[in-house]
């Protein structure tokens, strides 16, 4: 993995290397935090990939967070989307290691991710995961 955890300011943004490097990314990226008192994010392209079977899952993600001392940069938060696109993981799971991810990049008071899964099969999933901080 290279050692740059910033993204470029301007022109195309590099692929992620891996979902471990888009972690960093949100971490590296993340900016204090202004007096509000949540913020949310409502990504509706999200793809990850089907562990059984290696096909795409398609779906979207939305985020609710209460800031602590840092926000999430939107910016960095797609690059880390991104990174899921190669990754093979449960609805599930991805739930629950973006709310951790988000814990370890900003420490958020609280947060909580929902993954859609669009219908495969006939089939519709969403999963949710909820962090609180510990006082």
Same mark, same amino acid.
């Given at each position: 993995?290279?050692?740059?955890?910033?993204?470029?300011?301007?022109?195309?943004?590099? #692929?992620?290397?891996?979902?471990?490097?888009? #972690?960093?990314?949100?971490?590296?990226?993340?900016?204090?935090?202004?007096?509000? $008192?949540?913020?949310?994010?409502?990504?509706?392209?999200?793809?990850?990939?089907?562990?059984?079977?290696?096909?795409?899952?398609?779906?979207?993600?939305?985020?609710?967070?209460?800031?602590?001392?840092?926000?999430?940069?939107?910016?960095?938060?797609?690059?880390?989307?991104?990174?899921?696109?190669? $990754?093979?993981?449960f609805?599930?799971?991805?739930?629950?290691?973006?709310?951790?991810?988000?814990?370890?990049?900003?420490?958020?008071?609280?947060?909580?991710?929902?993954?859609? $899964?669009?219908? #495969?099969?006939?089939?519709?999933?969403?999963?949710?995961?909820v962090?609180? #901080?510990?006082?």
């Open positions: 993995m290279s050692e740059n955890y910033y993204l470029p300011r301007s022109g195309p943004m590099p #692929r992620p290397e891996s979902v471990e490097h888009g #972690r960093e990314i949100l971490k590296e990226e993340a900016f204090p935090a202004p007096n509000v $008192q949540t913020v949310s994010f409502n990504a509706l392209e999200f793809t990850a990939v089907c562990p059984k079977t290696g096909q795409p899952d398609f779906g979207r993600v939305e985020i609710s967070y209460t800031p602590n001392e840092k926000c999430i940069e939107s910016k960095s938060f797609k690059f880390y989307l991104w990174s899921f696109r190669d $990754q093979g993981a609805c599930e799971s991805l739930a629950a290691q973006i709310a951790d991810d988000f814990v370890y990049a900003i420490d958020p008071l609280h947060v909580e991710v929902t993954v859609h $899964q669009s219908a #495969r099969g006939g089939i519709e999933l969403s999963t949710k995961a962090r609180d #901080r510990d006082e």
